[in-house]
């Protein structure tokens, strides 16, 4: 239909497995260790033992596994199907607004219950502790969403969840601390008293504003000294995670089929890489496969320019120092960064495999200022009826530029981008857009060289 707006999958279309970039991966792992994980204390490889400390076996199988579909737990699928497949939207409307001949479609993830794509990966590793037995998860959140989903699938397993939330998130955000604790969650603002890390940052700043780094060395904390009561769960970065997220991506292929069109560009807003990879990875499979050249582009903010000004090194992936070292993008795991409202986007990391492609020049990376950006999510808004989440918004400003290019060039082309979750939560943050209050940052390097100062020393001989 000429006329469409919206692509519908059944619910039998859900995929049955995810898709495992780790065998596409044109990199050599022995040559970039690009999924090598190191112990944070020796820098050596890590073991097994070691990782089930913090993560649930299936979890760590998966980090290492080189099949390239990997089954989704049928208790996962059907859990998944509360609110999957997620639509495919044509922003045809927003395409009016522009005047373009761009044809731009998004893929909607804050159809979840929670509002954004975080369950994809949540309901899988609360799956996977539930099969252990532990008790429950610690966790960490920035802008909310990822304890919001954390808490929700730990109360559909029967588990406890501990959020430890990045405390200018905390008080920027307070409907979505109510939303965690609405499943049966505790929400702590990170830094805290709780742990022996967080006492110590408290100290030496007590005004500090947090960091995501800081959150996750307190959950990481209180998941170690636990004597195996909890897990820890990450809501990004890590493989297995990345990987939960293709259901995303590998829904809008048949999707794309359904509209007989396929995207030149995809998009998708970039902090620690998930949102990003589960859109992108299936189509980097098309690229690596079967002969498509689509364009892949991370947005991230100029506030937190991990993958635009970051360096591509082994780094901790806390501010502490607890968690295994990785090679990835990083500011330098000492970064702070400014209270931007994009709460999901200012780790100071970046996936290692996302990290990888763009050093291997297979994904481009951009870097947009906050103003610009709250701007384009009204336009957005005003165009299609959907607020965006803060994060979100970071590819709708990087697809509408974009298609505004394709204006100018006259030509046409198909955009597509990932919008992650809506903004029902976020609404502080647009009214401190609307009443001017709002500030656009740019990382300075000096404070980029003072952090490289800090990495670890790594020998791999």
């Known amino acids: 239909?000429?006329?469409?707006?919206?692509?519908?999958?059944?619910?039998?279309?859900?995929?049955?497995?995810?898709?495992?970039?780790n065998?596409?991966?044109?990199?050599n792992p022995a040559e970039t260790a690009w999924n090598a994980v190191l112990?944070?204390?020796?820098?050596?490889?890590?073991?097994?033992?070691?990782?089930s400390v913090l993560f649930p076996?299936?979890?760590?199988?998966?980090?290492?596994?080189?099949?390239?579909?990997?089954?989704?737990?049928?208790?996962?699928?059907?859990?998944?199907?509360?609110?999957?497949?997620?639509?495919?939207?044509?922003?045809?409307?927003?395409?009016k607004a522009l005047d373009t001949p761009a044809h731009i479609y998004y893929k909607y993830e804050g159809v979840s219950p929670v509002?954004?794509?975080k369950p994809n990966t949540a309901i899988a590793q609360a799956f996977y502790a539930k099969e252990e037995g532990v008790v429950g998860f610690t966790t960490e959140t920035g802008a909310g969403q990822w304890g919001s989903a954390m808490s929700m699938a730990c109360n559909l397993f029967d588990l406890e969840c501990h959020v430890y939330m990045v405390k200018v998130s905390f008080y920027q955000k307070p409907y979505r601390r109510i939303l965690i604790e609405s499943y049966g969650a505790s929400v702590t603002p990170s830094p805290?008293?709780?742990?022996?890390?967080?006492?110590?940052?408290?100290?030496?700043?007590?005004?500090?504003p947090g960091s995501l780094g800081i959150a996750i060395s307190e959950a990481v904390e209180a998941a170690v000294t636990s004597n195996g009561k909890y897990k820890y769960s990450l809501g990004s970065v890590l493989g297995?995670?990345?990987?939960?997220?293709?259901?995303?991506?590998?829904?809008?292929?048949?999707?794309?089929?359904?509209?007989?069109?396929?995207?030149?560009?995809?998009?998708?807003?970039?902090?620690?890489?998930?949102?990003?990879?589960?859109?992108?990875?299936?189509?980097?499979?098309?690229?690596?496969?079967?002969?498509?050249?689509?364009?892949?582009?991370?947005?991230?903010?100029?506030?937190?320019?991990?993958?635009?000004?970051?360096?591509?090194?082994?780094?901790?992936g806390d501010t502490a120092a607890m968690a295994p070292v990785v090679k990835m993008h990083t500011l330098g795991h000492t970064f702070v960064p400014p209270g931007i409202h994009a709460g999901g986007l200012r780790y100071h990391g970046m996936a290692p495999h996302v990290s990888a492609l763009l050093d291997n020049g297979d994904i481009e990376a951009v870097a947009v200022h906050q103003i610009p950006t709250f701007e384009a999510a009204v336009q957005f808004a005003r165009a299609e009826g959907i607020i965006p989440a803060p994060e979100s918004a970071h590819a709708i400003k990087v697809a509408m530029d974009e298609a505004i290019k394709c204006k100018e060039e006259g030509v046409s082309k198909v955009i597509a981008f990932n919008l992650s979750g809506h903004g029902h939560f976020d609404l502080g943050a647009y009214d401190a857009y609307f009443q001017g209050q709002l500030e656009d940052y740019a990382y300075a390097e000096d404070k980029v060289k003072e952090a490289m100062t800090h990495l670890p020393e790594?020998?791999?001989?």
Not at 23 to 27: A, E, I, K, T, Y
Not at 74 to 90: A, C, D, G
Not at 297 to 305: F, G, L, N, S, Y
Not at 458 to 461: F, I, Q
Request: hydrophobic residues 35%; contains cysteine; aromatic residues 12%.
């Open 1 to 21: 239909m000429s006329d469409r707006y919206k692509y519908l999958l059944p619910e039998k279309d859900l995929p049955k497995a995810w898709y495992n970039i």
């Open 23 to 27: 065998p596409d991966m044109p990199v």
């Open 39 to 51: 112990h944070p204390g020796t820098k050596e490889p890590v073991t097994p033992d070691f990782l």
């Open 57 to 95: 076996m299936r979890f760590i199988g998966e980090a290492i596994s080189m099949d390239r579909w990997v089954e989704i737990p049928e208790p996962v699928r059907e859990i998944y199907k509360l609110w999957r497949p997620s639509p495919l939207y044509r922003a045809r409307r927003l395409e």
């Open 115 to 117: 509002g954004s794509h």
């Open 192 to 208: 805290s008293d709780k742990t022996q890390y967080g006492r110590k940052v408290l100290a030496e700043d007590p005004d500090t």
């Open 240 to 316: 297995p995670v990345l990987m939960h997220q293709t259901v995303i991506g590998l829904e809008a292929l048949k999707q794309f089929e359904m509209a007989g069109e396929y995207p030149d560009i995809i998009i998708g807003c970039a902090g620690g890489g998930s949102n990003f990879a589960g859109f992108a990875f299936p189509f980097l499979h098309e690229n690596f496969t079967n002969g498509q050249n689509t364009r892949v582009i991370a947005v991230e903010p100029t506030a937190c320019p991990t993958l635009t000004k970051g360096e591509y090194t082994f780094d901790y």
């Open 458 to 461: 790594v020998n791999l001989g």
